[in-house]
């Protein structure tokens, strides 16, 4: 039985971040489905289907300790996943989605790339294929960073 999903439309970092995240270690067929912000829950309730990244949703962004923390976040937390890697993704996709004060250096990279994809992509569905390899290429980044080799994360001057 394939599992639908269901977000907000014209989606940017978090929004693209967690179809990969649940693409990648949840779900190995998703369906994903994008509507307009005040549709959302009265579909996923109609169709029976699972909301994330919008308000009111379970999957949405959440403080815990006065820091907060975005929906890739929330589905990591739910779905029990401690990959060190996905970890740091994680924190990276935080930084470009939500104001925070401990934004690792990539987040501004990530974010001003999300900005582009949305530009040039001609709905949510190519957004989503066209930003993944982004997503594994940074997931890869990030087993290189936690596994302690050396990564450049500056531009050299």
């Not at 067929?29 to 919008?54: C, G, K, Q, S, Y």
């Not at 980044?141 to 994360?153: F, T």
Request: a negative charge.
């Amino acid at each position: 039985m394939t599992v639908k999903w269901i977000t907000r439309e014209r989606a940017m970092v978090d929004r693209i971040a967690c179809p990969w995240l649940i693409s990648r270690f949840i779900d190995k067929e998703p369906e994903f489905h994008f509507a307009p912000r005040e549709r959302v829950l009265e579909i996923a309730r109609e169709e029976n289907m699972i909301p994330f990244d919008t308000p009111g949703a379970e999957l949405y962004h959440f403080e815990d300790g006065g820091k907060e923390y975005v929906s890739f976040d929330s589905i990591m937390r739910k779905y029990r996943l401690n990959d060190p890697a996905l970890l740091e993704l994680a924190r990276i996709v935080r930084g470009a989605d939500a104001s925070i004060p401990d934004a690792p250096p990539e987040s501004p990279g990530l974010e001003a790339a999300a900005n582009g994809f949305r530009s040039i992509a001609k709905d949510d569905f190519e957004n989503m294929r066209l930003q993944f390899p982004l997503y594994d290429a940074l997931y890869a980044y990030c087993k290189k960073k936690v596994s302690g080799e050396k990564v450049l994360v500056h531009s050299r001057k």
